[in-house]
Structures are given as structure tokens and as C-alpha cells.
């Protein structure tokens, strides 16, 4: 298939897929390389276009064109150009989130947290447990999922790219893209083997809210001794 990613206002980008259109507000909009795969985001759901994310090879795209590195490139300055961007127009500003659970991040021009600031968030490193967000020295806010509470292990994964929005009733930072937390996101295996359905497992250690497993051993042991006898 053909893809194209363009400026379609001073708004809002419009990606075609070779079959229609789908348009997303630039400042919800986030994009990454993985590999040979530009993965591009939106992070609040649009009426038009009910899918919110798109990994594409970048040898797919018509519009931008070039390698990897160029074609991110070209969607990131049509995404970060939009009306009100930048530092003093009070649009979607972006910083990169250092840390793991105790968060700080640099963003130009931030002075003070005022109800309803906005801003994108790269995390370089998942959590463990609850956590929270210090932006220009400013203090500590709790980072909550949304209208769901704080978040809890598992919720921010590595690399992640989330809108978060200041709630000064809470206080907190209502996070929006965080990670779909299930059994798999905070329980990891700790054998150097792959531990497959129906196997027996015991808890090994973790840290926070995650959890480590490995065999049992001892019953796979006895199971053994059963069948030969």
C-alpha cells in the first residue's frame, strides 16, 4: 500500500492509506522510528478516524520520501507546526521524561503548573509502581490514568508518549495514552528459558508492582518421578 502524510491545515495532518483520508489534531499527535517502521500516534480519539495508531514501513510512504531518518523527520516538522505550537503560543509542548517512577522532564518556558496545561510526554523508561512527574523543577505531581486513579505498574512503558494535563483539584497529572495494563504488562519471566502454558510457576522477586516467576522445578521434578513409577 501507498501512505502519505501531509499538512492538511495549520490544525491538523491528514494520513491517506491509498483508500481514504483520516485527519488528527497535530496536538495529539506524536511519531517515532522503530526499526524500518514509522510509528505514528494520535493520542485522543478523532470523530473521522477511530484508529489511533499506525506502524508503517517507511519505504511505504509516498509523501514524505527519503530514508527512515528523513521521512520522520518531515512528519515531526509537519506535526510540531501547528497554530499556537511552540513556546509562547500556550499549544501541546513536548518534553522527553528521565527516570523510572520519580519522572523529570525539561520543557522551555514552563514557569508554574496552572489547571489545564498540556504536555507531551516521552518516557524513556516504563514504571514500576505509582509514579509522578517533576517538569522544570517545579515539584512532584502524581501521575493518574486519566480519570482512573493513579497509574500503577505497567501503565508507562519504555519509550512511551503520552498527553498529560495538569488538574490542579487533584493535584495531578491525568495522564492520556497509557499502556492497556493486563496480567502480562507487570508479571515478567526470570528463567533464561520460555516458560509455556500449563507449566507451574512460583513467585521469584520484582520490584514495585511487577512482579518475576520461574519454574517449579521441584513439581516438574516429582511430576517426572510419577509418570516412571
Same mark, same amino acid.
Given at each position: ?9 495549520t490544525t491538523e495532518v491528514e494520513l491517506n492509506d491509498g483508500s481514504r483520508s ?12 522503530q526499526g524500518e517502521y514509522i510509528i505514528f500516534t494520535s493520542h485522543k480519539v ?14 511505504d510512504f509516498t509523501t514524505p520520501t527519503g530514508s527512515a531518518a528523513t521521512v ?13 505550537? @511552540?513556546?509562547?503560543? #500556550? !499549544?501541546?509542548?513536548?518534553?522527553? &521524561?528521565?527516570?523510572?517512577?520519580? =519522572?523529570?522532564?525539561? $520543557? ?40 482512573? @486513579?493513579?497509574?500503577? #505498574? !505497567?501503565?508507562?512503558?519504555?519509550? &512511551?508518549?503520552?498527553?498529560?494535563? =495538569?488538574?490542579?483539584? $487533584? ?59
Amino acid at each position: 500500500m501507498a501512505y502519505s502524510l501531509t499538512d492538511y491545515s495549520t490544525t491538523e495532518v491528514e494520513l491517506n492509506d491509498g483508500s481514504r483520508s483520516y485527519y488528527y489534531k497535530k496536538c495529539y499527535c506524536s511519531v517515532e522510528l522503530q526499526g524500518e517502521y514509522i510509528i505514528f500516534t494520535s493520542h485522543k480519539v478523532e470523530n473521522n478516524a477511530f484508529r489511533q495508531q499506525w506502524s508503517i514501513a517507511y519505504t511505504d510512504f509516498t509523501t514524505p520520501t527519503g530514508s527512515a531518518a528523513t521521512v520522520l523527520a518531515a512528519i515531526k516538522t509537519i506535526i510540531e507546526n501547528y497554530a499556537g505550537g @511552540g513556546t509562547g503560543g #500556550g !499549544g501541546i509542548q513536548h518534553g522527553t &521524561a528521565s527516570g523510572t517512577d520519580t =519522572y523529570t522532564a525539561t $520543557i522551555s518556558g514552563v514557569t508554574s503548573y496552572t489547571d489545564g496545561d498540556s504536555y507531551l510526554i516521552r518516557f524513556t523508561n516504563g514504571n514500576t509502581t505509582g509514579a509522578n512527574l517533576n517538569i522544570n523543577s517545579l515539584g512532584a505531581i502524581p501521575l493518574y490514568r486519566n480519570n482512573d @486513579g493513579p497509574i500503577i #505498574g !505497567g501503565d508507562i512503558e519504555d519509550g &512511551a508518549e503520552m498527553l498529560v494535563v =495538569y488538574n490542579s483539584s $487533584i493535584p495531578a497529572w491525568q495522564a492520556i495514552g497509557t499502556s492497556p495494563n493486563t496480567i502480562i504488562a507487570y508479571v515478567t519471566n526470570a528463567e533464561s528459558i520460555s516458560i509455556t502454558k500449563g507449566q507451574p510457576v512460583y513467585a521469584f522477586g520484582g520490584v514495585g508492582d511487577r512482579m518475576k516467576v520461574k519454574l517449579c522445578k521441584c513439581i516438574i521434578k516429582c511430576w517426572k518421578f510419577a509418570l516412571l513409577n
